[in-house]
């Protein structure tokens, strides 16, 4: 049987590559708290090798090279991270310590007698391919949920050397709690057309009519700073899958409608009628957002 | 000490046109310095002029990366001067090659104390080229910086991450992938263009690692929902709203 890595940055969030992993002996290197080498021990992974828990000033990049030893070592068919930041890293470190090859959006996974058979998007999801990779291969892609509960298996504690350099000298918590969009129902994203700050009021005002999450296109948390990152949805950003999907002001550059493919009904409210969202819209509500979007929001309470 | 910032010159995939088998065809797509990473030449500069320190632009490509266009773009937006490695079947190399060798120019430019990184390519969109480099120098890597300010050998690094801020403290070489908003990148002007010709380009000899071994079994245009694409005229707001929330009912949406 093939076997798989999965490394873990202190984030149980791993869902989706367990189930990349599936037919796989799946073994999960788990960096940061006992707590999470105990969550994933329990979330359907055949074994756990834990690096200790690490001093509070040590920031979890510093395992990259214990990380990399490990994974080196065993040198499974197939390694598998999350594209979160910290995870990113650890997959770099096993990325140029085992020579792997490394791909990024890949939908499905097969390995076969010495080879991995990938799905993939490519140059940000204007294609995809299917690839044959012979020798080692890493995957980065969206974690998913957190694991489910099930029996535990063993948690194998490792010591490990940190690597010196970087020391966490303060942390301060964001002043809202992060959302997780990949998980919302409802998302209404804001992009360009709305002018100013002031007047995302109009586009939470629906948000709340619709049950819905607060979104934006990438300007308004990138360039304009009136979001905040976890609420970006675009091909660097969040990917999301809800059942309703309200694009206000967005015009539809794939840089962002490649993060909402997966939504099951789009809106898409534009002055524009000739903009590109429209070709991928289910509804395509053609005018002035500052008049539709109130409009809208009275309709629905 | 000299900073290096690592770019790419690279065409914008929305430019590219797809054909029905999934061919992917860039010849009406510009390339360009990639938009991620003049915001780390931005950072970059801002810090080399606070330490009296040379900013010093690397990057690998085919021969366009060398072409007299490439080199204005990026010399233009603040480099000192550039290190290059140029190859003509590098097209389609992925993060970890890339790595390998921008790792090989980093030793050849010599006294390199800290390595900037944009958050990622606007072709590729990996978010890895960074972590790998700092792998194959034997360096820590930090990415999402929002910002870098102190002295050689003592950086203050402030990073975002999902549950807030982080404040670092860096003594030794490091590579830092910079946060898309650390920074917004200057437009250069026509002073800026005119210098850009006349600062030094090196052409650096690496040992270019060969392409892994993928073979292409099948490309496909990207699969999307069928879309209804049902246009409602917003003349008549209170209408337009009316009929959406209708539909959006008899879809049982909401």
């Not at chain 2, 995939?13 to 003049?38: C, F, L, M, N, T």
């Not at chain 2, 080229?129 to 003592?154: M, Q």
Request: hydrophobic share 45%; net charge negative; charged share 20%.
């Amino acid at each position: 049987m093939s076997s798989t890595y999965i490394l873990v940055a202190d984030d149980a969030r791993i869902g989706d590559l367990l189930t990349m992993a599936s037919g796989s002996t799946t073994t999960a290197v788990v960096v940061g708290r006992r707590e999470v080498a105990d969550r994933v021990a329990a979330g359907g992974v055949d074994s756990v090798i834990w690096l200790g828990a690490p001093a509070a000033d040590v920031p979890l990049e510093a395992y990259g090279p214990a990380v990399a030893q490990v994974v080196a070592e065993a040198a499974p068919d197939l390694v598998l991270a999350a594209t979160r930041p910290a995870d990113r890293v650890l997959a770099g470190a096993v990325v140029a310590a085992t020579g792997a090859q490394v791909f990024t959006m890949v939908r499905s996974v097969t390995v076969s007698d010495g080879s991995v058979e990938l799905g993939r998007d490519v140059f940000g999801g204007i294609a995809q391919e299917v690839v044959r990779v012979t020798g080692p291969v890493v995957l980065v892609v969206d974690g998913g949920p957190d694991v489910t509960a099930g029996s535990a298996v063993e948690v194998t504690e490792r010591a490990a050397e940190v690597r010196p350099g970087v020391t966490v000298v303060e942390e301060q918590p964001a002043e809202r709690a992060a959302v997780d969009l990949t998980r919302a129902p409802r998302i209404v994203t804001a992009g360009r057309g709305v002018k100013s700050r002031d007047d995302l009021a109009l586009v939470d005002a629906l948000a709340a009519a619709l049950g819905a999450e607060s979104a934006c296109s990438r300007p308004l948390a990138e360039g304009l700073g009136w979001y905040t990152h976890d609420r970006y949805v675009g091909v660097t950003g969040q990917h999301v899958q809800p059942e309703l999907y309200v694009a206000v002001g967005v015009s539809g550059q794939l840089q962002h409608v490649v993060g909402a493919r997966g939504a099951g009904t789009v809106v898409a409210i534009n002055a524009d009628k000739d903009c590109p969202y429209f070709a991928e819209a289910d509804y395509c509500v053609v005018g002035d957002l500052y008049a539709l979007v109130p409009a809208l929001t009275e309709a629905l309470s | 000490m000299k900073i290096a910032v690592a770019y790419k010159w690279a065409p914008n995939p929305q430019d590219a046109s797809v054909s029905g088998s999934g061919a992917v065809d860039w010849s009406r797509a510009k390339p360009a310095i990639s938009e991620y990473d003049q915001v780390a030449i931005t950072v970059g500069r801002g810090l080399a002029d606070a330490l009296g320190a040379e900013l010093v632009g690397i990057s690998v490509g085919t021969s366009e990366t060398g072409s007299s266009m490439a080199r204005k773009a990026a010399l233009s937006r603040g480099l000192d001067r550039l290190a290059i490695v140029t190859d003509d079947d590098w097209a389609g190399a992925d993060a970890g090659r890339t790595a390998r060798v921008l790792a090989q120019v980093v030793e050849q430019v010599g006294e390199v104390g800290l390595v900037l990184t944009g958050d990622s390519s606007v072709d590729l969109g990996a978010q890895l080229v960074g972590a790998v480099l700092g792998a194959e120098l034997g360096w820590p890597v930090v990415t999402n910086v929002t910002s870098v300010a102190g002295a050689a050998g003592e950086l203050t690094v402030s990073r975002s991450r999902e549950g807030g801020t982080q404040s670092l403290r860096v003594t030794g070489p490091v590579v830092l992938s910079v946060a898309p908003d650390a920074a917004i990148p200057t437009v250069p002007g026509m002073k800026d263009i005119l210098a850009a010709g006349k600062k030094p380009t090196d052409v650096v000899e690496a040992a270019v690692p060969p392409p892994g071994s993928v073979e292409v079994l099948s490309t496909a245009p990207p699969t999307l929902k069928a879309r209804k694409t049902l246009v409602i005229d917003g003349s008549d707001p209170a209408a337009a709203a009316a009929e959406l929330v209708a539909a959006l009912r008899a879809d049982t949406v909401i």
